[in-house]
């Protein structure tokens, strides 16, 4: 039995149908492909409730299913339940961000919230770009900077956990 203490992240973006659901996705493979399934909570939620219940976009489950990962999550808004359930609040932009600031309920809990552009491998950008209104190249681009980021995020994880 494992009696370690799971890690438990949750991804936020607006309306937790294309980026926050993404990642939740990408960073699941992530575990899973590791055997660290177990070791994990993983969940996505947005800041605004207008798509409670919904798949993911259509354009970015079709983006996201040729690279192998299938999005199922239905949408749901942030609660105030999940500053105290996750470890890592994890904002894609710099509004989720200052939204969730002015959501949390303590100190304590503010300081779970992070930018997923804190474990970019690169420099180029400091955020996740919201594509709802871009073209087919924006769900690409999302999905190269989640790959990389949540990526990094694991291997951060696994790090400070076996340190
Ligand atoms: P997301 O993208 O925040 O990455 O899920 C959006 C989805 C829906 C809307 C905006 C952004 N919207 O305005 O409905």
């Known amino acids: 039995m494992n009696t370690s203490k799971k890690h438990k992240i949750l991804f936020?973006?607006?309306?937790?149908?294309?980026?926050?659901?993404?990642?939740?996705?990408?960073?699941?493979?992530?575990?899973?492909?590791?055997?660290?399934?177990?070791?994990?909570?993983?969940?996505?939620?947005?800041?605004?409730?207008?798509?409670?219940?919904?798949?993911?976009?259509?354009?970015?489950?079709?983006?996201?299913?040729?690279?192998?990962y299938e999005l199922t999550h239905r949408a749901r808004p942030v609660e105030m339940g999940d500053f105290f359930d996750f470890d890592l609040i994890i904002a894609m932009d710099d509004s989720n961000f200052t939204?969730?600031?002015?959501?949390?309920?303590?100190?304590?809990?503010?300081?779970?919230?992070?930018?997923?552009?804190?474990?970019?491998?690169?420099?180029?950008?400091?955020?996740?770009p919201d594509p709802y209104y871009m073209g087919a190249d924006g769900f690409e681009l999302v999905l190269d900077l989640l790959e990389d980021a949540c990526r990094n995020l694991y291997d951060s994880i696994v790090l400070q956990a076996g340190a």
Do not use: W
Request: overall charge positive.
């Open 99 to 128: 939204d969730l600031m002015h959501m949390a309920p303590s100190v304590e809990a503010s300081r779970k919230i992070r930018k997923m552009s804190a474990y970019f491998s690169g420099q180029s950008l400091d955020y996740v």
């Open 12 to 68: 936020v973006c607006l309306g937790n149908i294309c980026r926050s659901p993404a990642a939740e996705g990408i960073f699941r493979t992530i575990v899973e492909r590791n055997d660290a399934g177990d070791d994990f909570v993983i969940d996505s939620a947005g800041t605004y409730s207008g798509h409670r219940g919904d798949l993911p976009d259509r354009r970015m489950r079709r983006a996201a299913a040729s690279r192998g």
